[in-house]
């Protein structure tokens, strides 16, 4: 049967016989009746993370587990020692992600678009992901040509060799293409272990439009999550195929520890109710939380961020009723103590490392302890703050826009910046907290629209999306309050005065939300447009000029219950 793709390949690919294992012992299996053993290795937003993250993994301290304690873990030269050690004892195994492999990543990828991700992971034996939400972050061209190769379009070929990219298939089985009515790649792919056949389907959340740029979904259509899986399980089943796996980027929260599941919730809880029941197991991501779950009698699993875990699945198959018999998940910490680098990944980091050493090293300014994205009960961050100061001084002048405050998205803030020893913070601290080099746009709003921008934080959200402010902006929220009414009128304040509806006042925000970008639609009305430099240059100015920098109080967003 033919499935919708924008790619020229045979659909022939899609069914993949599996080597993994030697012949005599899949023969053995099928002559026996005996189950087929099968390890599926997952991990989900790595975001480019070649390097271990500076904050570690934060887990419950097994000695005391109402405690907290950080471990040092992630970075692709461990986790492909730990992948291959897992792949090296299976009989048969398999390399799967769930999305967000790239995206909003430190210098070491995100200056080079990304490709040694897209080489990392091909190198390390990924067979499969399904796209995220940041995978769309330049457009569908650019996420193409991670998929088939190429220089890059403005930068040319950068890299230390020709970009052949990703030796991993990605599949949008609800990514479709409006003019062609095609998905942009492959809804799935037919793996074959033992002579039972495997459908692993790969999708992003529906809401994908919402939250990135509107100018990279263009011409894009992102479709319901289990209706799109659904339509899918009768064509399989016509091609025999029982057992089928759903690499999803879409998550959930739990509240406990990373191989538990306890009060789950988000959007993953519903999808997964209202799959049909032909789906065996879920790969999930997308929330950066990890979790080993049970839903709707399905297994469910998630692996945190950056590469500090991987997630072991050890499945059986049937080899008469051709489907997953039973399946148990295990993540596992990828401990830097504990796991020897693999040396073709230390070799390819150092090959792109030496193309950007004397940038990622140097000096902007320091700190007198970690700068914080995490939000207080507020809304509020640290740095989120810091960030909206940088952007308001970068266009506070009436050559540069003549701003008189600052918002910034928190999802545009990627990562704490973290203290080191001597307090110092490099040019590649800052990138990873401002990764997306976006530009600065000040425009004119009304006070009235001001408010509705306010309000928007609520609006049509699974999650609250609080603004970060600059220091001379003030407002009260109140939980209690009806989603639309949240905001006091007459608590919202610029440099200490209250703001007048009728105002016209000067407002920085970045490109993304410039242009309605996370649901803050009010921003397409705004006038007198004037675009300016880039965020990250903003940050980096803000540290050369204000270090030594400490952390604030969180005083500038009131909550009230």
């Known amino acids: 049967m ?18 993994g294992a030697p012949a005599q012992a899949q023969s053995r ?45 992630g970075g692709a030269e461990h986790m492909a020692t730990l992948v291959k050690q897992l792949r090296a004892t299976a009989v048969n195994s398999v390399f799967v992600g769930a999305g967000d492999l790239i995206g909003a990543s430190p210098l070491l990828s995100g200056m080079f678009a990304d490709e040694p991700t897209i080489e990392s992971l ?14 769309f972050d330049k457009g569908p061209a650019e996420l193409v040509r991670m998929q088939n190769g190429g220089c890059h379009p403005a930068k040319g070929c950068f890299g230390p060799r020709p970009f052949a990219g990703a030796k991993f298939r990605y599949l949008a089985a609800s990514t479709v293409v409006a003019s062609t009515g095609q998905t942009l790649f492959p809804p799935y792919v037919v793996k074959t272990f033992g002579n039972v056949p495997i459908a692993f389907i790969g999708l992003t959340l529906k809401g994908t439009p919402a939250i990135i740029s509107p100018s990279a979904a263009a011409g894009l259509r992102f479709a319901d999550e289990a209706e799109t899986v659904n339509a899918l399980v009768p064509q399989l089943r016509e091609r025999g195929i029982e057992a089928i796996v759903l690499l999803i980027h ?91 680098p693999d040396p073709a990944q230390t070799e390819l980091i150092a090959s792109y490392e030496s ?8 000096v902007v300014g320091s700190i007198t302890a970690t700068l914080s994205r995490a939000p207080g009960p507020n809304g509020e961050s640290v740095l989120g703050g810091i960030v909206a100061d940088a952007q308001l001084a970068a266009t506070r002048a009436e050559q540069d826009g003549g701003a008189r405050l600052a918002f910034t998205n928190s999802g545009g803030v990627r990562t704490d910046i973290v203290r080191h020893d001597d307090g110092n913070v490099t040019y590649a601290d800052v990138f990873a907290a401002q990764p997306f080099n976006n530009s600065l746009v000040t425009l004119t709003l009304t006070g009235a629209q001001i408010r509705q921008l306010l309000e928007q934080q609520w609006l049509g959200q699974q999650n609250p999306r609080i603004l970060q402010v600059s220091r ?17 009128a007459a608590a919202i304040r ?28 009010v921003l397409r009305e705004a006038t007198e447009r004037s675009t300016g430099g880039a965020d990250l240059a903003a940050l980096v ?15 500038r967003i009131r909550r009230v219950n």
């Open 2 to 19: 033919r499935h919708p793709t924008s790619f020229t390949f045979a659909c022939a690919v899609l069914l993949v016989a599996w080597s």
């Open 29 to 73: 299996n099928n002559a026996s009746g005996a189950p087929v053993d099968l390890t599926i290795v997952a991990i989900n937003d790595f975001h480019g993370h070649l390097k271990p993250p500076p904050g570690g993994l934060v887990i419950a301290d097994p000695a005391d587990r109402s405690r907290k304690i950080k471990i040092a873990a």
């Open 122 to 135: 091909s190198e390390m034996g990924l067979e499969i992901s399904a796209v995220g939400n940041h995978e």
């Open 250 to 340: 879409e998550g959930g929260y739990p509240t406990g520890d990373y191989n538990e599941c306890p009060g789950i919730s988000g959007a993953i809880v519903d999808i997964v109710k209202r799959l049909d029941k032909a789906v065996d197991l879920v790969v999930s991501g997308h929330t950066h939380r990890s979790y080993i779950c049970t839903i709707d009698g399905r297994l469910v699993t998630s692996a945190e961020s950056f590469g500090t875990l991987v997630t072991r699945i050890d499945v059986k198959l049937d080899p008469r009723t051709r489907d997953i018999v039973s399946a148990k998940a295990e993540n596992l910490v990828v401990r830097t103590e504990a796991l020897a």
């Open 355 to 362: 193309r950007v050493k004397s940038l990622a090293g140097r």
């Open 472 to 488: 001379n902006f003030s407002y009260a929220w109140d939980a209690a309050r009806p989603v639309g009414d949240r905001v006091d």
């Open 494 to 521: 610029l440099d200490g005065q209250p703001i007048d509806p009728a105002g016209r006042y000067r407002v920085t925000v970045n490109n993304f939300l410039a242009e309605g970008g996370d649901g803050f639609v």
């Open 541 to 555: 100015a803000w540290f050369e000029q204000m270090s030594p920098i400490a952390p604030g109080p969180l005083e």
